[in-house]
């Protein structure tokens, strides 16, 4: 059947607001980096599409070890990097945790929860992407799943980020009816996106894709330098952009990726230049999500 041309969107989640037109509590910038660990299953599993957009891909002969055993270095070494630059600003870390990764590494994520780990549902494992190949009965078990084994490891949550930002053409409305009640999937805002879902309440928490780590360093190819000066730019202009309320500055960022000691100055870099950004708070995401609903930001941080 042809598609029904009009004006607004091609879906019903949400409607057209643009930001001239709309005033949202508070002001200043929200600074959240969401770190990611994730599972890549070698071999493949079978049915499951692979985004080429996983940086350098996966698809090799089984046993994969050098693309593989790059990712582990993540949940060795990279991860401590990216925490310490956030523990010397006393910061809680926002993590978004698939459940193979949290069932492999029971150690890891209790020095996690040591550290005050702001959790979000990263979905089974990175090779396991939502999206169209699956029923909607199939897509409601993955997302359930998700949860339980992940409550299972003590991680309780109702954020969400689909492994590979992957989503069906029904993945909010089952999403709301497993109790989520915010989704990171969505980059086309600063602010946060009302849903219209039929059951519970969802909203679209801001999240700049353009300024994920493997976007930028890995599919790009970006000097680290160039990113971590992305990155500063990008708070330093929303701080002082909010005539229209408060917005947010999430990005994605990988402990294999950006924890390799070549690459983790830019973030240690970042996070100190944000404190001293007048209407910039770095922060975890709950607290961005509390905070811009009722009041503004207080400055979270000490040096």
Known sequence: ??????????????????????????????????????????????????????????????????RVSMREYGHRVGIFRLLDALERHGVRPTIAIDAMTAEGYPWLVQRLVDAGADWIAHGISVTRPIGSH???????????????????????????????????????????????????????????VDFHVDTGRLTGFPLSADLDDQTTLANRMAEPAAYGQHLVDAATELAIDDG???????????????????????????????????????????DAAASLQTEPLQKATTR
């Open 134 to 192: 699956l029923t909607a009965e199939e897509e409601r078990a993955y997302v359930t799943e998700t949860i339980e084994r992940l409550a299972a490891c003590g991680i309780e949550t109702n954020g969400w980020l689909g492994p590979e930002y992957g989503e069906s053409e029904r993945t909010p409305g089952v999403l709301a009816a497993a109790g989520m009640e915010y989704v990171f999937d969505w980059t086309g805002d600063e602010q946060f």
């Open 244 to 286: 229209r309320g408060a917005r947010v500055l999430s990005f994605c960022v990988r402990p294999w990726l950006t924890g390799q000691p070549f690459r983790v100055g830019v973030f240690d870099h970042f996070v100190d230049a944000v404190v001293d950004i007048d209407g910039a708070t770095l922060t975890h995401w709950t």
């Open 1 to 66: 059947m042809p598609a029904e041309r009009r004006p607004g969107y091609d879906h019903e989640w949400f409607d057209y607001s643009a930001l001239a037109d709309r005033r949202r509590p508070g002001s200043g910038v929200a600074v959240v980096p969401i770190i990611l660990l994730e599972l890549y299953e070698d071999p493949l599993p079978e049915g499951w599409p692979q985004p080429s957009s996983t940086a350098g891909g996966l698809d090799r002969a089984f046993p994969n070890i050098s």
